[in-house]
């Protein structure tokens, strides 16, 4: 069974840096497509990236585009997002996932999930 832990997030300021991990264990991180979530109190769960486990391609939603980059340590089997310049509309709670179908912006499609992990960017 796949599971997905997650670490980092916290409290930050305005304009500061934070590194969220998703390890992947009961699978290999790098047969899997695997993205990143996002949601805020009253909001849907937002899209944020995404990397193929073909050939490691990403996408990010225009919303992050520039400032988060979606990246994995197949070694490691840990998936991480790099966000920078974060803002107070960053706020929320953040999920990894992974899909073992097609590489999707969808959550629907994906079957694994972690916890979640909470940002909140205030200052």
């Known amino acids: 069974q796949v599971q997905l832990v997650q670490s980092g997030g916290g409290l930050v300021q305005p304009g500061e840096s934070l590194t969220l991990s998703c390890a992947v264990s009961?699978?290999?991180?790098?047969?899997?497509?695997m993205g990143w979530f996002r949601q805020a109190p009253g909001k849907p769960r937002e899209f944020l990236a995404y990397?193929?486990?073909?050939?490691?391609?990403?996408g990010v939603a225009d919303s992050v585009k520039g400032r988060f980059t979606i990246s994995r340590d197949s070694g490691k089997n840990i998936l991480y997002l790099q966000m920078n310049s974060l803002k107070v509309e960053d706020t929320g709670v953040y999920y990894c996932?992974?899909?073992?179908?097609?590489?999707?912006?969808?959550?629907?499609?994906?079957?694994?999930w972690g916890q979640g992990t909470q940002v909140t960017v205030s200052s």
């Open positions: 990397i193929g486990w073909r050939d490691g391609s990403t």
């Open positions: 996932a992974g899909a073992s179908g097609v590489l999707t912006v969808d959550a629907r499609r994906y079957e694994y």
């Open positions: 009961g699978g290999t991180l790098s047969r899997y497509n």
